[in-house]
């Protein structure tokens, strides 16, 4: 378990993760996004405990399958001890049985690896949004318990509404070259087979990918960022 000292006007953030590489990454994506901070580094579910208490981080980063305990029962045992940090579970843990009982256990936001730095930085600058207001609220009535409400919930995009400045037919040449694909594309790959750059490409992936049609995976290499990698869903 890592600290440092005290900074004020930041939110506090504890990663939990028993993969000593992976909350090593976690831990480089929370800090290139302000106003946060990584507080501690914790690697079981009795560290990631002993860590709220010494460190009352604002949010925690929780995996779920750490060596001594499954992460969601980690979170009891924080508000029985007082506790009310934030949590936001970062898991390859896919199963509904899972995500209904994080629901029911208050995480602020649940996301699942293999993910990268555009994956995890709008989900904390949506949670500082929310965190804003819930700190700086007033409350006199209905509309302004509203407001503070506002934007917790942020629905998708129905289906067939593309994003300002995308096409159609951009869409639908993407959306062949995955669905052709023997395995998975790189926006490179894609950009190659549509005709189009790699930043559209890249652009059109990540639609697919945030509207759950395509899947995301990541390729590490011997050195530098992963590659990131895309499927369609059949």
Same mark, same amino acid.
């Given at each position: *378990?890592?600290? $440092?000292?005290?900074?004020?006007g930041? /939110?506090?953030?504890?990663?939990?993760?028993d %993969?000593? *590489?992976?909350?090593?990454?976690? @831990?480089?994506?929370?800090?290139? #996004?302000?106003?946060? @901070?990584?507080?501690?580094?914790?690697?079981?579910?009795?560290? &990631?405990?002993?860590?709220?208490?010494?460190?009352?981080?604002?949010?925690?980063?929780?995996?779920?399958?750490l060596?001594?305990?499954?992460?969601? %029962?980690? /979170?009891?045992?924080?508000?029985?001890?007082?506790?009310?940090?934030? #949590?936001?579970?970062?898991? &390859?843990?896919?199963?509904? %049985?899972?995500? +209904?009982?994080?629901?029911?256990?208050? #995480?602020?936001?649940?996301?699942?690896?293999?993910?990268?730095?555009? %994956?995890?930085?709008?989900?904390?600058? +949506?949670?500082?949004?929310?965190?804003?207001?819930?700190?700086?609220?007033?409350?006199?009535?209905? =509309?302004?318990?509203?407001?503070?409400?506002? !934007? &917790?919930?942020?629905? =998708?995009?129905?289906?067939?509404?593309?994003?300002?400045?995308?096409?159609?037919?951009? =869409?639908?040449?993407?959306?062949? =070259?995955?669905?052709?694909?023997?395995?998975?594309?790189?926006?490179?790959?894609?950009?190659?087979?549509?005709?189009?750059?790699?930043?559209?490409?890249?652009?059109?992936?990540?639609?697919?990918?945030?509207t759950?049609?395509?899947?995301?995976?990541?390729?590490? !290499?011997?050195?530098? +960022?992963?590659?990131? +990698?895309?499927?369609?869903? $059949?």
């Amino acid at each position: *378990m890592t600290t $440092t000292s005290d900074k004020a006007g930041t /939110i506090d953030v504890l990663v939990v993760d028993d %993969d000593f *590489m992976v909350a090593r990454v976690h @831990r480089a994506f929370v800090e290139r #996004v302000e106003p946060f @901070r990584v507080v501690g580094v914790a690697h079981t579910g009795a560290q &990631a405990i002993e860590a709220v208490d010494a460190l009352r981080p604002d949010l925690i980063l929780l995996d779920l399958y750490l060596p001594d305990l499954f992460g969601l %029962d980690v /979170i009891p045992r924080l508000r029985t001890a007082g506790h009310d940090c934030d #949590v936001m579970v970062i898991s &390859a843990a896919q199963e509904a %049985d899972t995500v +209904r009982g994080a629901v029911r256990r208050g #995480v602020v936001d649940y996301l699942l690896k293999p993910f990268d730095f555009e %994956d995890l930085r709008p989900r904390l600058e +949506r949670y500082a949004a929310q965190r804003g207001r819930l700190l700086t609220a007033v409350v006199r009535g209905q =509309a302004d318990v509203d407001r503070v409400l506002a !934007g &917790a919930f942020v629905p =998708a995009p129905p289906a067939h509404t593309l994003p300002k400045g995308m096409s159609v037919e951009t =869409a639908a040449l993407v959306e062949r =070259a995955l669905r052709e694909a023997d395995g998975t594309l790189s926006a490179t790959e894609c950009a190659a087979l549509t005709g189009v750059s790699r930043v559209s490409a890249r652009r059109y992936l990540e639609y697919f990918h945030s509207t759950g049609s395509a899947e995301v995976s990541l390729r590490y !290499g011997a050195a530098g +960022r992963p590659e990131r +990698r895309y499927a369609w869903r $059949t």
